[in-house]
């Protein structure tokens, strides 16, 4: 990912034009990494994320929603002490390395005025979030704390001076005329010449530039002073590459090929790109244990049906033991005490072929066959319990593809409610409360989203939300849907009547929300909530259903963006 100087340019001039003289109303801390800052702007609410995540830092507007802690952490609740409320002076970049500085300004407790500033360093593993007193020039405190031990030229604690991260003996490109650009160059041009002098500037740009290798190197420097000139006349191109490789930047570079993406602002294009990327770290974090548990019980269940077809082929003998038995009862009279084998007439056979039954010599010729017809009856009881239990663990597998599909799927706030659905279903050991601690039976939440007519359409995320949706949630006549015999979610269009249009969004968001995610011309079945039972004793999320149609559809991420960005805009609930 190409998050450079030059991105960080584009975007802080972004935020500047479209955040100064706004005032930050509310600061939420949704996880460790995440500020969510609502700042009231030219007229309009803007949400600012922060992130110092190791591998989704970044800074940016969002539509995307967050879900916060009940107990705000302690950088949370300092921030609000010091900015909310605060007005928002300036929005610039450091150099044109990857940091950007709010400049905020408010009031103390007596009145008097007061400016800090809220750094974002962007640095992989080493991005921090810092609120700094700007007269003092102090640290008031760092989202990451960094003592002496760990770096030696810069501690970011409470109370220290704020030190800039090492300079790299690099230049702005920003700040220099076309004729010091090509004086920092040397004579010849070689890749990784541009990296090497000028301040944020990324490989995969500078890779772009080389892209013909006959150019000449007054080519190349032209067409980089081209590009520095873009960014200073706000005139870029923000462009998301959908190739082998996800990547993205503010120009249209040559090494971008196919299945390109314009985006209108480098701000829209983060909020794109990196949209649930880290909420699925997040959730991958702090589902790793349930996914171990859940494969784990799975490779069991395979396991114990390969044993059981096994014995099933053992069994499967059964009517040879009861053919011996009878035709040993038939020639009783052939038999004498002490006989190790007897010649038979096979009467089951065509040609009535003599064959030789083996005997116990300890055993009289009635005791011999009545241990033929135990050992039949043996196997024949066998037989049934085995092919039960083969469509139980069958049955348990399709469970458990589905929940380990659910969680590769879920929400932050989704994970708990499975981990509470497997703690019922005795996967989990249910963990010890303090004494008098009463946890509050909370509803399951669906995602909601909305068709292009404001129709709201919810989908179940996971079992306990998928039973609350269809079997308590729902009214007899909404519309219900789900993919044809593919583990999936439980998808209900709230209100009568729906249009085609909305018939299909729902059938594309239960593809999507689906084991098919990734199929094409994939089978949704839909009827009534009034046609869906769920069976008696059956597990979390099954039901069956009948009077149902079949929609066919190919599920498409822009699209089910789309219903997701509309849900954000207020529609009334039906």
Same mark, same amino acid.
């Given at each position: ?432 409360? &303090? /004494?008098?601690?009463?946890? %509050?039976?909370?509803?399951? =939440?669906? *995602? ?6 404001? @129709? +709201? ?75 869906? &039972? /769920?069976?008696?004793?059956? %597990?979390?999320?099954?039901? =069956?259903? *009948? ?6 559809? @190919? +599920? ?19």
């Amino acid at each position: 990912m190409a998050f450079d100087g030059i991105v960080t340019r584009v975007l802080a001039d972004e935020l500047d034009e479209a955040l100064t003289s706004g005032r930050i109303m509310k600061i939420y801390q949704p996880t460790e990494t995440e500020l969510i800052l609502t700042i009231r702007a030219k007229g309009k609410n803007h949400q600012l994320l922060l992130s110092s995540h190791p591998v989704y830092a970044r800074m940016h507007l969002t539509n995307d929603r967050y879900t916060n802690p009940t107990e705000p952490p302690m950088f949370c609740m300092l921030l609000r002490k010091h900015i909310a409320g605060s007005f928002i002076e300036s929005v610039h970049q450091h150099e044109n390395e990857r940091m950007i500085k709010i400049n905020v300004r408010g009031k103390n407790e007596i009145g008097d005025d007061i400016k800090k500033q809220l750094i974002v360093e962007i640095m992989g593993k080493h991005s921090n979030i810092l609120l700094i007193d700007e007269e003092k020039g102090h640290i008031l405190d760092a989202i990451k704390h960094v003592s002496p031990n760990q770096n030696r030229h810069r501690t970011l604690l409470p109370g220290q001076p704020y030190i800039y991260p090492p300079e790299q003996d690099k230049v702005n490109p920003f700040i220099l005329s076309e004729t010091e650009i090509k004086a920092q160059l040397p004579e010849k041009i070689e890749p990784m010449a541009f990296v090497s002098t000028f301040m944020g500037v990324s490989p995969m740009f500078e890779q772009s530039l080389f892209i013909d290798e006959d150019a000449a190197d007054a080519a190349i420097i032209s067409q980089f002073i081209t590009y520095i000139q873009c960014v200073k006349s706000k005139t870029v191109d923000p462009v998301i590459h959908h190739g082998k490789k996800e990547d993205f930047y503010v120009f249209d570079l040559a090494t971008f090929t196919s299945e390109k993406e314009h985006i209108a602002s480098v701000n829209a294009l983060l909020d794109i790109f990196y949209s649930d990327k880290a909420d699925r770290d997040l959730v991958k974090q702090k589902a790793s244990d349930l996914i171990r548990i859940l494969k784990n019980e799975r490779d069991k269940n395979v396991r114990k049906i390969k044993k059981q077809q096994q014995s099933l082929q053992k069994a499967d003998r059964a009517e040879y033991f009861q053919r011996q038995g009878e035709l040993l009862t038939a020639h009783l009279h052939l038999v004498n005490q002490g006989d190790t084998t007897v010649n038979v007439v096979d009467y089951y056979d065509e040609n009535q072929a003599s064959i030789a039954i083996e005997l116990n010599p300890n055993k009289t010729p009635s005791e011999n066959a009545q241990a033929f017809y135990k050992t039949y009856q043996k196997l024949k009881t066998s037989k049934e319990k085995l092919a039960k239990e083969i469509r139980k663990a069958n049955k348990d597998i399709a469970y458990l593809d589905q929940l380990i599909e659910q969680v590769e799927k879920a929400r932050v706030e989704d994970i708990e409610e499975i981990r509470e659905e497997l703690v019922e279903e005795g996967y989990l050991k249910k963990k010890s409360t &303090k /004494k008098n601690h009463k946890k %509050k039976n909370k509803k399951p =939440t669906p *995602d909601q989203f909305y068709a292009p007519d404001g @129709t +709201p359409i919810l989908v179940g995320k996971n079992n306990k939300q998928n039973e609350y949706l269809t079997m308590k949630l729902a009214h007899r006549r909404d519309l219900w849907f789900h993919t044809k015999d593919i583990p999936g979610s439980h998808v209900v269009i709230r209100g009568e009547n729906p249009t085609e249009e909305t018939i299909l969004a729902a059938a594309k968001l239960a593809a999507y929300f689906s084991k098919a995610q990734q199929s094409s011309s994939v089978p949704v079945d839909y009827t009534e909530i009034r046609h869906v &039972k /769920k069976p008696n004793g059956a %597990k979390p999320g099954f039901v =069956t259903y *009948d009077h149902q149609q079949t929609a066919f559809v @190919t +599920p498409v991420k822009k699209e089910i963006d789309q219903l997701k960005q509309q849900a954000h805009t207020p529609h009334s609930e039906q």
